[in-house]
């Protein structure tokens, strides 16, 4: 470079959205030849990427300027996608039955579950004439209990208002208590064809990724500009297989951590991998942070008799059943107030079969964690009617505490100590 000339500017430029692409340097600097020579570098345990062309791919400003996408994906899942029952039917009420167990549940902890109500529940005729407890009882470990209680219901509507035949279309579908957006795309496209397009995790991620789309995931207002992307570029001749395609490939091909890139169908024409930003997008706000409560369960037992509850509205794991409860805004409860706990609940504690120590379980929430601890108490004398009234508390043996619906907290604290 000559005397008195101006080194060129280098100025970033901006990303849709709040991104920056990154400035590698000149030609004949050091910093070019270190980021031209090495695809990647470790630095503080976070991998930083290059651009892999010295042009930045340009995002297509429609979906029109991407008909790659769908051939591309229809190309790929015939030989990736995996073997999954829910796959090999269009009875809408299968397809329903899979979708509702795998929403925020991944596949390999959902497909028991799923086998389990489609044995139990064959029809949707059998699954709404079975008693709610019941089908909480078969949900038990899944987490998400509304989901469960809205598909009791809704399977008692499709029952009761459409003559046990599940709505054809998604706008119909959308009327089904507990049938969003997503659910009801996928049953409409995977069991009658309609073209409409899915939009879950999977999905957003692709398109954020491929398109190179900086809005955030999380916001309520990003859905529309997604959704419309989505339903652009869906085949009318293959709605159910591109569906299907396009979730599997965000599923286990453009993953959140690890995608592999290396093989990808979509890597010449991925904005995020052509200008290093795969682990940038998509983009997503921070959920706030999940707060702590702290439970006090009193175990309460006479010979062979422990009482329990059926939890009630306005909390977590409704209609569920646990034990006596005291909640604390710390994680200790002094003896004296343990004590007046149970006299509340018209119970004499037997002081000579006292047991220590007490167990402490965790569980975690989406939103909150739950810190429990179990005191195992043992009474005097049964509860009396009055008090089981003015409790909500119930008489159970050991067999028939097993067959309650109950939160995974409960269940493990049973299976640790009630045989």
Known sequence: MGTGQKRPNSRRKPLPGKLLFTNWGHKGTRTFWFYNTFPTFHSHCRYIGKPLSSKPLTRPSTPTAAPYFAPALLEWYPRHRRDLPWRHTRDPYAIWLS?????????????????????????????????????????????????????????????????????????????????????????????????VAVLDGNVYRVLARVFGIASDIAAPSSRKEFQTLADALIPAAAPDEFNQAIMEFGAIQCTPLKPDCLFCPLQHHCFAFQNGLVHELPVKSKAKAARTRYFHYLVLRHG????????????????????ALTETEAAELPAPSLVAAVEALG?????????????????????????????????????????????????????????????????????????
């Open 304 to 323: 062979e008799t422990v009482y329990m509850k059926k939890r009630g509205a306005k909390d977590i794991w409704q209609g569920l059943y646990d034990f």
């Open 347 to 419: 119970g004499q504690l037997a002081t000579d079969q006292a047991e220590e120590p007490v167990l402490a379980l965790r569980h975690v929430l989406s939103h909150q964690k739950v810190e429990a601890r179990f005191h195992s108490l043992w009474l005097q004398q049964p509860l009396d009617a009055g008090g089981l009234a003015q409790s909500g508390l119930a008489a159970f043996t050991a067999a028939e505490t097993h067959e309650l619906p109950k939160p995974i907290l409960i269940a493990n604290f049973l299976d640790k100590t009630w045989k």
């Open 99 to 195: 979708e509702v167990i795998l929403q925020q549940t991944r596949v390999k902890q959902g497909l028991p579950y799923y086998l389990d109500f489609i044995t139990t529940y064959p029809t949707v005729q059998d699954l709404a004439a079975a008693p709610e407890d019941e089908v909480l009882r078969h949900w038990q470990g899944l987490g998400y209990y509304s989901r469960a209680r809205n598909m009791h219901h809704t399977a008692q509507q499709v029952v009761g208002e459409y003559g046990g035949q599940f709505p054809t279309t998604y706008a119909e579908l959308l009327k089904l208590r507990g049938v969003g957006q997503y659910t009801a795309a996928a049953i409409a496209s995977f069991a009658f064809g309609e073209k």
